[in-house]
């Protein structure tokens, strides 16, 4: 199964299925100091957990972008703001530019190469954009919900030092956090 029939699969439950504590993504969105009036790619959005904090930032646009049209339906029928483009595509084929800010918020293990999604996400960015991929779990507990179904089991939250090791051909990294409450990595473009 690939992933956006995985996805599709579970969309009608995946805000039942997933808890997601509002201290943590409060935190995540601090530690994030996304300026007002940005142009944000929220990638991986899935139902849309995160497009209620960025809105809260004043951006001017927000793309939010999954490969799975499910997810995007449940996404788009809770969110009716004008400044929300919803796009059900593979982010590796995207082509518009020009983003202030991406974030990648509890998706990142989902991207088996982890080159190709840097490069593209470089590709995507302003001069000086920003990278941010979040989790507001520990690798420990997502690797481990991972490890239990055979659709994600391959799909792994790397150490940060790994991500980093990475991320630093395309980004200066800046804040990372791995530890037991969550997972936080974020970057300027080189």
């Known amino acids: 199964m690939d992933n956006r029939e ?15 504590e509002v201290k943590k993504l409060e935190k995540i969105m601090e ?7 940005s142009k944000i790619i929220d990638i991986g959005t899935g139902t849309g957990v995160m497009l209620e904090y960025l809105l809260q930032t004043n951006p001017s646009k927000i793309t939010a972008i999954d490969i799975s049209e499910n997810m995007i339906a449940v996404a788009k029928s809770k969110y009716k703001d004008n400044r929300i483009s919803f796009v059900n595509d593979d982010i590796l084929k995207f082509k518009e530019t020009g983003y202030d800010y991406a974030i990648l918020y509890s998706v990142y293990p989902h991207f088996e190469d982890k080159e190709a999604l840097f490069t593209q996400i470089s590709n995507l960015l302003n001069k000086d954009g920003k990278i941010i991929i979040a989790h507001s779990q520990s690798k420990e507990k997502i690797n481990s919900v991972h490890s239990r179904n055979e659709s994600v089991k391959n799909h792994v939250l790397p150490a940060i030092e790994i991500t980093s090791k990475i991320m630093s051909k395309y980004f200066n990294v800046n804040t990372m956090i791995d530890n037991d409450e ?6 300027v473009k080189i």
Not at 6 to 20: K, R, T, V, Y
Not at 31 to 37: F, H, T, V
Not at 182 to 187: A, R
């Open 6 to 20: 995985f996805f599709n699969n579970l969309a009608s439950q995946w805000d039942e299925m997933c808890h997601h």
């Open 31 to 37: 530690l994030s100091k996304i300026k007002d009036s």
């Open 182 to 187: 969550m997972y936080f990595i974020n970057g």
